[in-house]
């Protein structure tokens, strides 16, 4: 204190000084050869002083700093670049401990992370760099080891901030310690200990040859011990004691960290150094944290305790898991038993001390205060030591664990049974006053009556200006209270006036007018006081209410009322309203009286007994009524006020009407829905006797054709019953090799036209025989009504095995069928072989072309036998196939003029049954075997067309065609018939056709048949 008030030139001087002499001492106790010392004090001097004292005393460490390099070195350059280095690093040092919240009491694990993050890393880092940097430049052999220089000076700086900082931190923060001889002496006992154990391990020569680098951890212990048992005071101390042990023993090469280079030997040291520091400092802050947390909840316990017992709480702490509850608090005032005998209440014995009644309560309230993480807080009873019920208020709030469990419940009981006697009184007083005030008038008054027959107000309570606007003499001056009275209620209580003048008591409502110009209601009890000798009314008191509220309500009322007529005669639906005990009708909408047939008025009045046509009916709804105070939907029979019978469905509840315990009830008429519901049981009824009688079978499906029903054909139809089928695969009961098939129509079914209009199953009966079903499948899944796939079906077994049997004989016909044709052919095969072998011994040339031409016609016909046998259809011959065979036959038999003669078939797809294509192809084999030997000349070319064509759709046109000289001229088929042409015009009339000639370049064969039956047909 003394030193603060020196004037600052003398301070500066001071604090110069003060640098000088340590900067000389860390310099002395540096290595000669490196100038680099184990430990800079100077740093930790100058940012203390920087901490306490301020910037402006950052001067000082310029001034000293400077003077002792200069002094030793002789330059002073290098001395004013160091002096830099050392301002510049405790600048640093303050500037970022500032911005960090940096506490020099060193009570916090952070603090020390400052100290030694921010200054130990940063800001001598920062000074070490400027420093090796300029003597760089002024001595420049030193750049090579540039590095380990920078490395060497920051090290010796960082160890100087972490040692000597704190120490000096401690002297300057130095407070009374309240320590207790006992705890002296184990603190002396303690530093001499760490001093003769740290003599030993740094200087004692006789034990070096044993020891080794390990053994300086020995120290350890008694540091941590000086951290834990004495705080940061001791931790600095200690950490300084064996600093200095380890700095000379080392300076003068006797300790362990003495090596043959120096530079090793400051590396070794100052990390041991480091740690040493860091350990003591950061243990002794934990403690320091600990002990600054466990003194502020030992002073908030003790708050907590006094507060809770001079406001007679009782204080708990539930373990949830155990039940054990720790109590605290005004327990003897609240509960009656001392604190060692609640100390025994578990959260068993708690629950049974509350009241039966409140009981449950407290345990659900609990229970989900508990899961929902919410502040227990309810009221309920507890029992006292005397046996006695007090009004407790409980608010407890819970501690969950990191997965959500509730494990443990703080809270407090407070005794509210005064409050609560208090508020229970505090209800009645309102009560009371409640009452009295709707009792009570607004305002009193007296007046007395004046000659010229009005009234004259002599006093009146306070609140009569409140209520009219007027002062007494004011509305005295506008001649009376009858001056404000509205005109027309002061005609209407004229006869009541007469009364109270007469000296009879009278209570009158009448509007007034404000001094505002409002429009208030009053309700006025008139007294007269009359004199008993004379009968004259010698004064008049009264009592005024403010009832324009009331009238407001009132009229809102009847308002209300006047809609709620409104909107029931509205409503399409009967409604009612009847007394309760009697069943009296109060009120009735028009949509009832107009369904009974009568008018409003003719129902209400009458009785709602009488509607019911069972008795006991009416008597079932009343006891549901009044055991829940409503029913819904209760279907009974009535008869009507016109005696119009019916069903309906009463939807009813209980309810106050004009002052009267009610029932309000609405009427549905289902009678019309009960001849319809009973229309549609009949329905249905023959509808079910219908489909489980029929012979075919129905099935319904779900969309994983999982079966859902079936009626009774199906089982005579498969074997299984329906619930047997309800447990099968459906798809795996039919043929393997049908269920391609079965998929496909599944497909189509949910995903093309959602029908399959025919199909037919082959499913595996019961007994293990095949059964065939046909039938058709529909998806109605879509459809809310029926939700399902619906199969329709019959057993077609006896006509698949009959049409099986049809279908063989079919086949063995056909067989036999083109056996005859093959025999046919064979046979006609033989003929024209025989009339070969006949033509080749017959000299005669025209002989021998007429067996030609027969084995050619024979050879026609045994064509159509060969194509037949060689189809699938025996009864038809294709005329295009047919033809084209035809020819090449005939262009084999007449080679010699076919070669130059082409013949061009054009033959429609027309199929021709047996009876019509052979004599076509007889036709043809003529009328070409004629134009081949004819129409040309030998040797010259030709062409002969063959046309088969379909005129219309009961015709058919056969035209040969040829291009050669053509018929001589009054040339006709009935006069110069050979025997092909009558043979031709023979065929003819066997297909029941016309034979035309036409000469034109060439001629032309054309004949005309109809179509008979089948024997045309297109493809």
Partial sequence: MYFKRLPYVLQLFCFSLLIFGITYLGLKFSFVETHFAQIWSPTGLSLVIVLFFGVRFLPAVFIGTAANYIMISGSVPLGFVFAIGSTVEAAIGFYLLGKAGFDARLLRLRDIWYLFSIVGLLSTLAGAVICVTAVGIMHPQMWDGYISYVGLWWFGNLVGALIVTPLLLQLINAVKQQWTSARIAEYIFLLILLLVIAYVIFHARYFKEYLNYSFVYLVFPFTIWCSIRFGMTGAATSVYLVSLNAVISTQTQTGLFAAESYTTSIVLLDGFLVMLSMTSLGLAALVAERDAAERLLRRSEENYRIVAEHTGQLVYDYTISTGHILWSGAIEDVTQYTATEFCSFDISLWENNIHPYDRSQALVMLGEAMNKKTEYNVEYRFKRKDGSYIDILDRGTFLYAADGTAYRMLGTMADITEIKQADVKLKESEERYRLFSLLASDYVYSAVLQNDGTFRTEWASPAFERVTGYTIQELNQEHGWTAIIDPDDLNRIGDSISMIRSGLSAIIEYRIKTKEGNIKWLRDYIQPIVDPSSNAVLLYTGGVQDITERKRIEDELRNSEERFRAIANAITVPLIISRLPDGKVLYANRYFADSAGLMQEDVIGSLTPSFYQKSEDRERLMSILAAKGRVTNFEVAVTSPSGRKGTVVISAELTTFQGENAVVATFYDVTQRKKLEQALSESEERFRVLVEKSTDGICLFDRRLRLLYATPSVEKMVGYSVDELKGMNILAMTDPADRKVHRKNIH??????????????????????????????????????????????????????????????????????????????????????????????????????????????????????????????????????????????????????????????????????????????????????????????????????????????????????????????????????????????????????????TVKRGTAFSVTFPIVNETLIVS
């Fill in 748 to 997: 189509t079914l949910f995903h093309m036209d959602g029908s399959v209009a025919s199909t037919q199953v082959r499913f595996r009966h019961k007994n293990g025989s095949w059964v065939y079903l046909e039938g058709s499948l529909t998806n109605f899944i879509h459809d809310p009504r029926i939700h399902a796939i619906v199969c329709n079906f019959r057993n077609v077994t006896d006509r698949v095995h009959a049409e099986d049997r049809i279908h063989r004989s079919l086949q063995e016909k056909e067989i036999l069928l083109k056996e005859v044709h093959h025999r046919v052919k064979n046979n006609m095969q033989v003929v024209s072989s025989l009339l070969n072998l006949h033509s080749s011994s017959i000299k005669n040339t025209r002989v021998r072309s007429i067996f030609l031409e027969s084995q050619n016609r024979v050879k026609s016909m045994a064509l159509v036998h060969e194509i037949l046998y060689q189809t699938k259809d025996l009864a038809r011959v294709n005329m295009m196939h047919y033809t084209k065979k035809l020819i090449a036959v005939i262009q084999q038999s007449f080679a010699a003029q076919a070669k130059f003669v082409a013949i061009a078939p054009k033959i429609a797809n027309i199929n021709l049954d047996v009876d019509a294509a052979i004599p076509c192809g007889l036709i043809i084999n003529e009328l070409v075997t004629n134009a081949l030997k004819h129409a040309f000349a030998a040797g010259k070319t030709g062409k002969i067309s063959i046309v088969i064509s379909q005129r219309n759709s009961s015709h058919v046109v056969l035209t040969v065609h040829d291009d050669g000289k053509g018929l001589p001229k009054g040339f006709t088929a009935a006069e110069h018939a050979s025997l092909g042409l009558t043979l031709v015009q023979a065929l003819v009339e066997q297909l029941k056709g016309t034979l035309s000639v």
